[in-house]
Nanobody, 127 residues
Framework: QVQLVESGGGLVQPGGSLRLSCAASGRAFSSYAMGWFRQAPGKEREFVAAIRWSGDSTNYADSVKGRFTISGDNAKNTVYQQMHRLKPEDTAVYYC????????????????????WGQGTQVTVSS
């Protein structure tokens, strides 16, 4: 079992930055691939970014490439998402999720492949 707790959300102006954190308890991060997803009001939950500990590879949604960076600290069992140049359309509840590190690269963005989820943290981008 893995428990995930997100933090770091808040209100930020367009063009600003935030860093989200996801602290995990349970098995070590090295057993998992970690993902960030988001859900805006009235919309479906969507993939944002993922990191695979085994090879330290990362994946990003096209909408956040060049603006968001996912990283992790295995010693702290924490994954981060640094977000820059935030836009109003980035407003959403952001969720951290975990899946097996053996997941295929072409399915790492698939929501149903993730077994463990945090409770989410709200990010609001507004002036």
């Amino acid at each position: 079992q893995v428990q995930l707790v997100e933090s770091g959300g808040g209100l930020v102006q367009p063009g600003g930055s935030l860093r989200l954190s996801c602290a995990a308890s349970g098995r070590a991060f090295s057993s998992y691939a970690m993902g960030w997803f988001r859900q805006a009001p009235g919309k479906e939950r969507e993939f944002v970014a993922a990191i695979r500990w085994s090879g330290d590879s990362t994946n990003y949604a096209d909408s956040v490439k060049g603006r968001f960076t996912i990283s992790g600290d295995n010693a702290k069992n924490t994954v981060y998402q640094q977000m820059h140049r935030l836009k109003p359309e980035d407003t959403a509840v952001y969720y951290c999720a975990a899946t097996s590190d053996t997941i295929a690269s072409d399915t790492i963005a698939t929501i149903n492949n993730y077994s463990y989820w945090g409770q989410g943290t709200q990010v609001t981008v507004s002036s």
